[in-house]
């Protein structure tokens, strides 16, 4: 198999100043890219900010031969970082929304700033930095996006409402912008990836912090955005050397019939059935499950409007 290159690619990570986003900057210009190194170097629950941390992943990539800027902006100025990458390298082709902040507590104890500031890194940092990329790579017919959910997101966690509820909304933004991009060859996934960093640190071991380096996730996001790529809206865990994709699954369901007056207590009383995933069927539409409803209800969901 050929190698994956990136040369003449420019790629943006945000919050590459150390773990994760880190690891795929060194990656991307190993393989040819030219970087943006995007870290506000902040502390882990967002305070603070200094400009050691790109600038030390810059120098990195530089000594080894590479091609890279640093960039210092939070990524609520999406377009000051897409600008740093349209005035250094003339182009944006690849996009990794990497940053991300914690700020743990149970959701009677959390505040509204803890709440807040998690949307404003996490959801509204995405949504500007892959805004003011997108008319570049419509303009050109080419984009790679990697939006950064995590278990939490997927599955909700103890303590990270604000976390897992920002984590959820980028798998929704990153599938929908997966619809909208697909036809002009922008691709966009989705990554929930298992890795030691400065968030984790706090709650595992140095062995596991070793298991979970970030360098075993990269692999992904390289593939991913590889031109070569055909893979869009997809969901894929990742760590500890381990790859798995992740589809959603729904019961075959009830369909009581439309001139039925239903009640709770029907419900109640299929409620095994409603729950029986035996037979079930992937799904991973709108469409999907519009089509459902057509073929357990007979209304067709899609019909014009007379």
Sequence with gaps: MADIRFDQKVAIVTGAGGGLGRAYALEFARRGARVVVNDLGGSGSGDGSSSAAADKVVAEIVAAGGDAVANYDSV???????????????????VVNNAGILRDTSFVKMTDQDWELIYKVHVDGAYKVTKAAWPHMLAQGYGRIIFTTSAAGIYGNFGQANYSSAKSALLGLGRTLAIEG??????????????????????????IIKATSPDYVAPLVIKLC??????????????ASWFAKVRQERSQGVAFGLETNISAEQVAERWDEICDFTDSESVESVLATFNAVTDKVGIDLLAPNQ
């Design 76 to 94: 609520e100025q999406g377009e000051s970082i897409v600008q740093s990458a349209i005035d250094n390298f003339g182009r944006v082709d690849i």
């Design 226 to 239: 590889d031109e070569a790529s055909t893979e869009n809206g997809s969901l894929f865990e990742v760590g």
């Design 182 to 207: 697909g036809r002009k060859n922008i691709l966009s996934n989705i990554i929930a990836p298992i890795a030691g960093s400065r968030l984790t640190e706090s709650i595992w071991n140095d062995d």
